[in-house]
């Protein structure tokens, strides 16, 4: 069950260092060297820590394995931690994705709502997590549902539902919270014949072997601005998304 995360961690070197953590309201944030990494902050609590250690100085990798808790406050840190591994820009522009140097750029083309949306026409899509803007760009053109645990709206459905509905998708949506809250490898297995599975949220690891696990595209935030992301992490307010650029990293998929 865990082979998902594993291949994440593992993926870490044992060299890489926790030089920052800060737990904020909305995020939570790891830095290590000139890398940050980013995850929201879920509050719900079931279980006691696993780590025990204080995090800086200690192995990233180390810290990475938090993501495993199921107190997710603490997951969410684990999370940060693997993607201040693989979000890091010199790693990212490695895939050949284009990261120029200045801080905000909007790049239509890696949200994956806009840059799908003829893709999508006529067939059967499913979202878990109600995206902005979500009803005004899919639902005029596709057969859409909307999964929502957190924050229902009116026609969403619940997050049991992703048993019947994900089997009969052709595109599926996923939001990157799944990652800490470990439904991910089985929305994952429920999605297998759809023709595009996108991970999608600020939170999302933008790692390939994500592929063997059955995601297409990887859609997420790679952080440009570290001060300005202790800033917004710690309260001052603030989008995450104008510290740094969205970025949608293709794998491949059955279509």
Not at 38 to 46: C, E, M, R, S, V
Request: proline fraction near 5%.
């Amino acid at each position: 069950m865990w082979e998902l995360y594993d291949a994440l961690i593992d993926g870490i070197s044992p060299d890489a260092r926790v030089d920052a953590l800060i737990c904020g309201q909305t995020h939570t944030m790891v830095r290590s060297g000139d890398s940050i990494g980013i995850a929201g902050t879920l509050d719900a609590t079931w279980r006691a820590p696993i780590i025990k250690n204080k995090a800086l100085g200690m192995p990233l990798r180390e810290l990475a394995m938090a993501v495993k808790s199921w107190e997710f406050t603490e997951a969410g840190i684990g999370l940060a931690a693997i993607n201040a591994w693989y979000n890091d820009k010199q790693r990212l522009r490695a895939l050949g994705l284009d990261i120029p140097d200045r801080t905000h750029i909007e790049d239509r083309s890696a949200d994956p709502f806009i840059s799908l949306q003829r893709d999508i026409k006529g067939k059967t899509v499913t979202v878990i997590g109600h995206f902005p803007y979500i009803d005004q760009l899919f639902a005029p053109v596709c057969d859409l549902r909307v999964i929502e645990k957190f924050e229902p709206k009116d026609g969403d459905y619940p997050e049991q539902a992703a048993d019947y509905l994900l089997p009969e998708s052709d595109y599926v949506f996923i939001s990157s919270y799944t990652l800490t809250e470990k439904s991910l490898p089985h929305f994952l297995r429920l999605s297998q014949g759809a023709a595009r599975v996108t991970l999608v949220g600020p939170a999302s690891t933008i790692a390939p072997v994500l592929h063997n696990f059955g995601v297409s595209d990887i859609a997420g935030l790679v952080i440009k601005d570290a001060d300005a992301a202790e800033k917004i992490v710690t309260g001052f307010g603030g989008n995450i998304h104008r510290v740094g650029q969205k970025l949608n990293l293709h794998l491949g998929g059955k279509d």
